[in-house]
């Protein structure tokens, strides 16, 4: 049996941790607890903090972009007009109008609307009704004070040259001559055929004695194609006629 003596210096060492190890395990914790309640006792209790809660930001509505018309853009753009003599840009919010009745639309075809007067004066004179003369005119000639048709009818109205010298219309191009003439033989058609506005047209289309042959209308394509135009621009005139004269 062998017997292991430590050496000296193993001794020494042993002999110090020792003490160390001993100290460190039996050396009293520091009651934190306690000292924590007698800060407590001291202060006293705090109260809650209450932290406020924002109010929402109201919407506000995003301004529209301000207007500005097309010919300053493009002035200003080509450096034609100064900056001091734009207009200063408002917002394109407009406050809502009072409701107003608005009135009717009055609206005519350029080209006819410089005849209107003369339909009009027709009418007087003659007792036909306007939106009828017209229907009549846009059928024929469809506004054309020139026009003359592949058997030689001419003008608005398209009268044919001995019809013309017939009701002493001088000159059928003549915009006034031709509707007064014009005008005058369909009025002396309809008292002819008793006020029928159907049977007047065919005559004015294709001829007194064509009717009287038909004993009515008649049967020709082109013809009742003509009556039915008519009477089609008829219903329209009466409206835009019925606005020119309230003008």
């Given amino acids: 049996m062998k017997i292991h003596i430590l050496s000296r210096p193993r001794i020494q060492k042993s002999v110090l941790i020792i003490p160390v190890m001993i100290l460190l395990i039996t050396w009293p914790a520091p009651k934190l607890n306690s000292e924590i309640e007698t800060v407590q006792a001291a202060v006293g209790t705090l109260p809650p903090v209450s932290v406020p809660t924002p109010e929402p930001t109201p919407y506000l509505p995003m301004e529209q972009p301000a ?3 097309a010919a300053t853009i493009v002035a200003a753009v080509s450096g034609n007009t100064q900056p001091e003599s734009l207009p200063v840009l408002q917002p394109a919010i407009t406050p809502p109008a009072e409701s107003k009745k608005q009135p ?3 609206t005519c075809d350029l080209v006819e609307c410089k005849y209107y007067a003369l339909v009009i004066r027709a009418s007087k004179r003659h007792q036909i009704e306007p939106a009828l003369i017209a229907a009549i005119i846009k059928a024929e000639s469809d506004y054309d004070p020139r026009a003359v048709s592949h058997r030689g009818a001419e003008g608005l109205m398209q009268l044919m040259p001995p019809t013309a010298a017939e ?5 059928s191009f003549n915009p006034e001559h031709n509707i007064n003439g014009g005008v005058r033989y369909y009025k002396k058609l309809l008292k002819r055929y008793d006020g029928n506005i159907e049977l007047a047209l065919a ?8 009717v009287k042959k038909y004993k009515g209308v008649p049967p020709f ?4 194609q003509y009556i039915k135009k008519v009477l089609h621009y008829y219903q329209i005139y009466k409206k835009t006629l019925v606005a020119v004269e309230s003008a």
């Fill in 221 to 224: 394509k082109a013809t009742r």
């Fill in 104 to 106: 009717a639309v009055k």
């Fill in 203 to 210: 005559a004015y289309n294709a001829g007194m004695q064509t």
């Fill in 67 to 69: 207007v500005l018309p």
């Fill in 167 to 171: 009701l002493g219309v001088e000159n």
